[in-house]
């Protein structure tokens, strides 16, 4: 039945895809982090680096999988599977190019908010199980961040879903083609931009993970696979914030000549390369910084451009 | 063809079954690649080599608590928002000014908040 | 469809048996979550997505999350579980869930007898929903639009109030914590420049 087929190469593509990408952006990462800081990054594996990834991977694997005596295990081991499980499961509503997505819900986007959601899960769990004082505090601050600024990372999606009349990842791409979302709706970009560095606790949002004052943060105690899970994780969570960027902002697979597969890909790595730029070009912000930042600036200013888009749709 | 809603729920399932079971897969390849070692020192927190002084189990600032209430409250704004922004070209004008009147009331709260310093971080 | 309802459901009635009988709150709380994601897989299948990632979003990924706060706020470890260990004893609940047995038993037999008023509507919309494959899509978008015109039509009088109340809450909540922040028993007008309780609180310090 070359239906089944279909989804199941559907479920592969979008299952895989993410994952190298996830861990491509390792490398990519650190290498570009290098040129930007003016040194190398990891060039001694493969021609230029770029087999680091499979180096780490074997490391990681070869590390012992270590649960403290003194966490609480069964809440342990879920921490990692909560963030790998909520972020790929929101892949599964981003649509690659026309028609091909694995669950083109008419909520889509609504999902993958719900899922995100449960992101907050997996941080404040995982500080919360290891039992240890900095996983706690890193876990405590993540969660805190992650819910502060959830807040208005839904609601400054909702100018897109009224101008597009739709919660619908493929509709919302569809009624780009005359304009990029990203022109009317500037504002509601670079709030989600900035929430969306929030939630998948990039620099200069990255305080539960601030090495310096707080070792690893939330996964101090993790080490080996499960460590790695988490690392892959953050990446993960990098791509989808990317994907969906391109998606609600960016007209998602709609380009000129070339199929929408390569566009969506493109727009996806571009917008990527940027998040990366932005770790090399600011500096860590404190935390009453970034907590009032979120409550005082950003929410008022989501509410705003709500108001404001409703006022122009109706006037038009 | 079965129903389009089973067909999603099932690729979905499918997605992420094929997801755990790579995790799962991965974790026990590092289970039997990697080696075990038993160490007394191992066995504690890590604290940066100083040893741990109390249970990690201290109560924390209710600050965080707050937080979360607060998270909640505009979380359920949101949810009646949602709605009100896909169907508001059905619904015309005046849903601006019901929304309007909305977001109006809750800005009360909100302001009253922001005076008593519930935004502040020390 | 009835074959994912009947799995939806199960784990939703075992993972909230879970929650009763664990130990340590935190491991009650996260088969709560799970059962709140197996009700809003019960939500979707019965043809209301809407309805279902509110479930999420809302209870599994707000009010949880406040649980989650609360249990770690005051984490009372060993004593708290043998407090729970205590409740355990067949004593304690024995009556309780004889007498929910008893209410049971009569669902049971109603949805065995066929007798509920609901259940043949559900039946004929869970035959048309797999039948009609076409209109299913359509009509669940055009179901969170009627959502919101009935909110905001009709409705409208109780989304304002639901505004006010969650004005209520934001006030509320802030004299809560407030209250605790100052330990010693100090007023509310001592939070307003920076109350000397809060500085020896032990997260969250730059």
């Known amino acids: 039945m070359p239906d089944t087929a279909w989804h199941i190469i559907e479920v592969v593509v979008m299952l895989l895809l993410p994952l190298l990408m996830a861990g ?36 990681l694997l070869g590390k012992e999988d270590w649960i403290p005596p003194f966490a609480d295990r069964p809440v342990f081991v879920a921490a990692p599977a909560i963030i790998l499980m909520s972020v790929l499961a929101s892949f599964a509503v981003i649509p690659l190019t026309s028609g091909f997505a694995v669950a083109d819900l008419n909520v889509g986007l609504l999902f993958f908010l719900a899922m995100s959601s449960l992101g907050v899960y997996s941080v404040a769990l995982a500080g919360w199980s290891s039992r240890s004082k900095y996983p706690l505090l890193g876990g405590l601050r993540a969660a805190a961040q992650l819910l502060g600024y959830e807040v208005f990372m839904g609601m400054s999606l909702l100018g897109v879903v009224m101008m597009a009349g739709s919660f619908d990842l493929s509709t919302i791409v569809e009624g780009q083609r005359g304009l990029w979302y990203v ?28 090495e310096s004052e707080l070792v690893a943060g939330y996964h101090a105690e993790y080490s080996a ?24 902002f960016f007209g998602g697979w709609l380009g000129p000549i070339l199929p929408g597969w390569t566009w969506f890909l493109l727009k996806t790595s571009i917008l990527i390369l940027v998040v990366i730029v932005v770790r090399a070009a600011l500096p860590r912000v404190r935390y009453d910084q970034l907590m009032s930042f979120g409550w005082k600036v950003m929410l008022p200013l989501t509410l705003i451009n709500l108001l404001v888009t409703a006022a122009v749709i109706l006037a038009t | 063809m079965v129903s389009p809603t089973i067909d999603l729920v099932i690729e979905f399932a499918l997605m992420l079954a094929i997801g755990a079971a790579m995790a799962i897969l991965f974790l026990f390849i590092s289970h039997l690649l990697a080696p075990k070692s038993k160490n007394p020192n191992k066995d504690q927190p890590y604290e940066c080599g100083v040893v741990p002084e109390s ?23 949101a949810v009646f928002i949602y709605p009100w922004a896909i169907s508001l070209r059905e619904l015309g004008t005046s849903a601006l000014v019901e929304m309007f009147v909305f977001i109006v009331i809750l800005l009360v709260g909100y302001f009253y908040a922001w005076k008593k310093g519930v935004f502040e971080w020390e | 469809m009835t074959v ?26 996260l088969y709560l979550v799970v059962s709140f994601l197996a009700l809003a897989l019960v939500f979707y299948v019965l043809g209301a997505p809407f309805v279902a990632a509110l479930e999420v979003i809302v209870y ?68 048309g929903g797999a039948a009609g494959v076409g209109g299913a899509a359509g009509e669940a978008a055009a179901q969170v639009k009627a959502v919101g015109i009935a909110l905001f039509g009709p409705y409208l009088l109780g989304v304002e109030l639901a505004s006010i109340l969650l004005l209520a809450g934001l006030v509320a909540a802030h004299h809560l914590t407030v209250d605790l922040d100052s330990e010693d028993g100090e007023t509310a007008g001592a939070a307003d420049s920076g109350a000397p309780g809060r500085t020896r609180q032990k997260g969250g310090r730059p």
Do not use: C
Not at chain 1, 35 to 56: C, F, I, K, T
């Open chain 2, 55 to 77: 249970d990690a189990r201290a109560p924390m600032n209710v600050h965080y608590y707050l937080v979360a209430v607060l998270f909640v409250l505009f979380d359920l704004e």
């Open chain 1, 24 to 59: 491509g952006l390792t490398v990519v990462e650190r290498r570009l982090l290098g040129q930007l800081q003016d040194r190398y990054g990891p060039n001694r594996v493969g021609v230029m680096g770029e087999m680091q990834v499979l180096a780490d991977a074997v490391k």
């Open chain 1, 183 to 210: 022109g009317p709706q500037f504002v509601g970009f670079v709030v989600f931009f900035i929430a969306g560095l929030a939630e998948t606790r990039r620099t200069p949002f990255d305080l539960p993970e601030a």
């Open chain 1, 225 to 248: 696979m499960k460590f790695g899970i988490f690392y892959v994780g953050e990446y993960l969570g990098i791509t989808l914030v990317s994907a969906l960027m391109t998606v609600l």
């Open chain 3, 60 to 127: 599994a990924g707000a009010i949880m999350v406040l649980f989650l706060f609360a249990l770690m706020l005051i984490d009372a470890g060993r004593a708290e579980e043998a407090r729970e260990r205590d409740w355990m004893r067949p004593r304690a609940w024995i009556v309780p869930s004889v007498l929910s047995a008893a209410l049971l038993a009569e669902v049971v037999y109603l949805l065995a007898r066929g007798g509920v008023p609901g259940r043949t509507a559900a039946g004929a919309a869970a035959a």
């Open chain 3, 4 to 29: 994912l309802f009947y799995i939806a459901g199960a784990v939703a009635v075992i993972a909230t048996g879970m929650v009763i009988t664990r130990r340590k709150a935190i491991h009650a709380l």
